[in-house]
């Protein structure tokens, strides 16, 4: 046995024998755990929520999910012919970038000839923005460690600051497009790569503020936050462990209710109330989480009895996505004129601010199951293609894009704030003493990772703050202490 693996034993073992001391000392004065906690929004926020508050308040708390549509939320994935609007590809991609006149990239199935072409038109600005995302990467995995010790955040500003200091709040003052600038980024490098990527991700330009813009190019090259079919999944895995009961209500109003406890001192609970297919009912828990934005479009819940009064919407609005299934056959033409659709094998256009009917991006989709020895169609076969717009595809639009078409699925969907910079400060995860709100992380970067360790966050500001463990909470310099203790 090494010395590392000894002393490591060694540490765990005293660190036991601490936790189990102070856990002692303590007991007298615990706080039982809450009795019931509500949940509102079962997409991946709301159903982490459960399983977080479920491992942090143990197995009697009782936890009800609330949500009005499918679980999953903005996940939820459809299908056309077999397939899912939202697949993964198993299938190795071939991206393009189309500015509205001709292709300004075409990748290749060789690394090597991509590097080149890329080295060629770019310089080194690839390797560069690889190294800088890899930086604000690393300082955002820091919140996994400090999560790991259970500390937690106040608010979406004290977050970032305990794990990018000021760096992470200036991004957030500036739009990706000035800090890549100031970075030394060419300006063709950030309208030809960049400019795509974050229309893709964010259906947004460079103009987007600088953090959700590092987010969304870490997504591009590393697949990291990509949202595939299995990620609904995910949230009724989540449910599942949970043990929480899922109400399949809308929630109208939350009350805050005070009664007299035992000690004399008012307790605070809250009333909620919804409407299912049964009528209206209401319940009332020790710890509300709001999993839902409160945003125009995306929620309608008021709030009685809080002073100061808590809106129903927050400022800032959602972002509308246009999600355009076209089953049918891509005008090639419009991308390359001299192209033949039986040697166009792309399965993805991105496009640049230049794309003249403001579509953000064009994929085609493969089929769930993939078979063995399936290879991609050309474009000159009938296929699935996924189109994201700002605004939705008008009939002259869709003839444009397609020689014939056999089948179009439209959905529109507020999917991700509209992001500007500076960016407002996002409302606080604190509502009132025992109501938590999880989205405000959305605008630092909307991901289903960033919902996941939002609801982390929350679930451990829960619980530190109905035991009244304030030294878990808002920690300064913890990068540095933490260093320390390892
Ligand atoms: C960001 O801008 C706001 C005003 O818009 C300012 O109050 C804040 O200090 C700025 N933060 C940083 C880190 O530059
Ligand atoms: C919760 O709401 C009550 C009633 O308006 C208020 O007195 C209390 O200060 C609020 N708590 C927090 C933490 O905002
Ligand atoms: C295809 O695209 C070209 C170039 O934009 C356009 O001239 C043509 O009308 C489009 N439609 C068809 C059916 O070819």
């Given at each position: 046995m090494s010395v590392r693996t000894l002393s490591y034993k060694a540490l765990l073992f005293f660190g036991l024998c601490q936790v189990g001391r102070r856990g002692f000392v303590s007991a007298s004065e615990l706080r039982e755990p809450p009795k019931k906690i509500a949940i509102i929004g079962a997409g991946i926020g709301g159903t982490s929520a459960a399983y977080f508050l479920r491992q942090d308040f143990g197995p009697s708390v009782k936890i009800d999910v609330f949500e009005a549509g499918a679980v999953g939320g903005r996940l939820a994935t459809e299908e056309v012919e077999g397939r899912s609007l939202s697949v993964r590809a198993e299938v190795p991609s071939k991206m393009a970038i189309f500015d509205g006149k001709e292709l300004l990239f075409e990748e290749s199935d060789w690394f090597i000839v991509n590097f080149l072409r890329m080295l060629w038109r770019y310089g080194f600005n690839a390797i560069r923005m690889h190294m800088w995302v890899e930086g604000i990467l690393e300082k955002f995995m820091r919140i996994y460690q400090f999560q790991q010790f259970s500390y937690s955040f106040s608010s979406v500003d004290r977050m970032l600051h305990a794990m990018g200091g000021d760096e992470f709040l200036t991004l957030l003052n500036q739009t990706l497009e000035e800090a890549m600038l100031a970075h030394g980024f060419s300006q063709t490098f950030i309208n030809e790569i960049v400019t795509p990527i974050s229309r893709v991700n964010?259906?947004?330009?460079?103009?987007?503020?600088a953090f959700a813009g590092a987010v969304s190019l870490a997504g591009a090259e590393s697949g990291l936050w990509a949202v595939d079919e299995g990620n609904k999944r995910v949230c009724f895995g989540l449910l599942y462990h949970s043990k929480a009961e899922l109400i399949s209500a809308r929630v109208t109003n939350i009350a805050l209710k005070t009664r007299p406890s035992k000690s004399g001192a008012n307790t605070k609970f809250y009333e909620v109330n919804y409407v299912s297919d049964s009528g209206s009912a209401y319940s009332l828990y020790d710890v509300v989480i709001l999993a839902t934005p409160l945003h125009q479009g995306l929620s309608d819940i008021s709030f009685s009895g809080f002073s100061p009064p808590l809106p129903s919407h927050f400022p800032g609005r959602y972002h509308q996505t246009v999600t355009t299934l076209v089953l049918g056959r891509l005008n090639i033409s419009y991308v390359d004129?001299?192209?033949k659709p039986s040697e166009f094998f792309v399965s993805d256009i991105f496009t640049t601010d230049g794309e003249k009917l403001g579509i953000c991006s064009l994929s085609s989709l493969d089929p769930v199951h993939i078979t063995p020895g399936y290879s991609r169609p050309p474009a000159s076969e009938t296929t699935v293609w996924k189109i994201f717009s700002p605004e939705p595809l008008t009939e002259e639009q869709l003839r444009t894009l397609f020689v014939s078409r056999e089948r179009v699925i439209e959905k529109r969907w507020l999917a991700y704030p509209s992001y500007?910079?500076?960016?407002r400060r996002p409302p606080p995860f604190i509502l009132n003493d025992s109501l938590y709100y999880l989205s405000p992380i959305e605008w630092a970067a909307s991901a289903m990772e960033t919902s996941a360790l939002s609801a982390r966050n929350v679930a451990l500001l829960a619980k530190h703050r109905w035991y009244k463990?304030?030294?878990?909470?808002?920690?300064?310099g913890l990068h540095s202490r933490l260093r320390g203790e390892l």
């Open positions: 964010y259906g947004q330009s460079v103009r987007l503020h004129v001299r192209r500007r910079a500076p960016e463990n304030t030294a878990k909470v808002d920690q300064e």
